[in-house]
């Protein structure tokens, strides 16, 4: 019985010298690594993702850098850098104008891209995002140029009430469905996707609309619209991107765009 129980006892010490021990301080996993590279990027930044992908901001979130007033040499002292956003403030009008305003126009022209930017709105607010702008003095305004994607308060602006005028839509020219514009208030993620001629619009991660720019369609389209006083309407294959100044408060925050 002795020799029986000595030989089980070191059998299990065996044992138990053999087990291996835990390490001190293991590696970080390859998860830990693909997380902190693909993580969202905070406000007017970019992730490293995005710098890979080419995206570049419009708007860094501190100024007005590469941003001024449509034919003018001005950043429109209406317009504010607060808190991260780019916003117009209107205080005061002038013939029905915003006394220091006027739509803000990028430096640069930009033909086919992929925009990226978040807005939101006071109660009962109107604005639009204008692209394929051609900033010439002959051209008094940038939407006598360039379309608009509807920035606006469904709930409560008379606009509303319009059709092709609602939040998302082509404005004046298709409407965006379905319907996913936020309350006046809160942050909406808007996309404009303009690729030689193919035309996209995402409000909030979904796509609302799809087009084709410059076909016999369009022309069409153009033709039975409010926008064919203008001849040139519509007619650019590049230009500048516009934040429209229709008045009421508005702000832009996260201004980004990737060139295709």
């Known amino acids: 019985m002795k ?32 997380t902190a590279t693909t993580a969202p990027a905070t406000d007017n930044s970019l992730s490293s993702a995005e710098q890979t992908d080419g995206w570049q901001l419009l708007f860094d979130g501190k100024t007005k850098n ?23 403030a209107p205080k005061e009008k002038k013939d ?6 006027g739509d803000l126009v990028t430096a640069e022209e930009y033909e086919n891209y992929h925009l990226s930017l978040e807005w939101k709105l006071d109660t009962g607010g109107n604005s639009g995002v204008i692209f394929l702008v051609k900033e010439e003095p002959k051209y008094e305004n ?11 308060d469904n709930e409560r602006h008379k606009d509303a009430k319009i059709n092709k005028h609602r939040a998302g ?32 619009f995402r409000l909030n991660d979904t796509k609302v609309l799809s087009t084709t720019l410059f076909d016999d369609n369009w022309k069409k389209m153009l033709a039975g619209s409010k926008f064919k006083q203008w001849p040139d309407f519509g007619t650019f294959k590049s230009g500048k991107i516009a934040l429209q100044d229709h008045g009421d408060p508005v702000w832009y925050r996260n201004i980004k765009i990737r060139k295709l």
């Open 96 to 101: 029905g104008k915003t006394v220091g305003g």
């Open 66 to 88: 590469g941003w001024h007033v449509y034919n003018n040499k001005t950043d429109g002292a209406a317009w504010i850098v607060a808190d991260g956003t780019l916003s117009l």
């Open 169 to 200: 839509d082509l404005y004046d020219l298709v409407s965006s469905s379905p319907e996913t514009v936020k309350k006046a208030g809160e942050w909406n993620k808007a996309e404009i996707i303009s690729n030689k001629g193919a035309l996209e």
């Open 3 to 34: 020799s029986s129980l000595l030989v089980i006892g070191i059998v299990l010490v065996c044992s138990c010298q053999s087990t291996p021990e835990p390490e001190q301080n293991p590696s970080p996993s390859n998860d830990t690594t693909v």
């Open 142 to 152: 940038t939407y006598h140029t360039g379309p608009e994607m509807q920035v606006l």
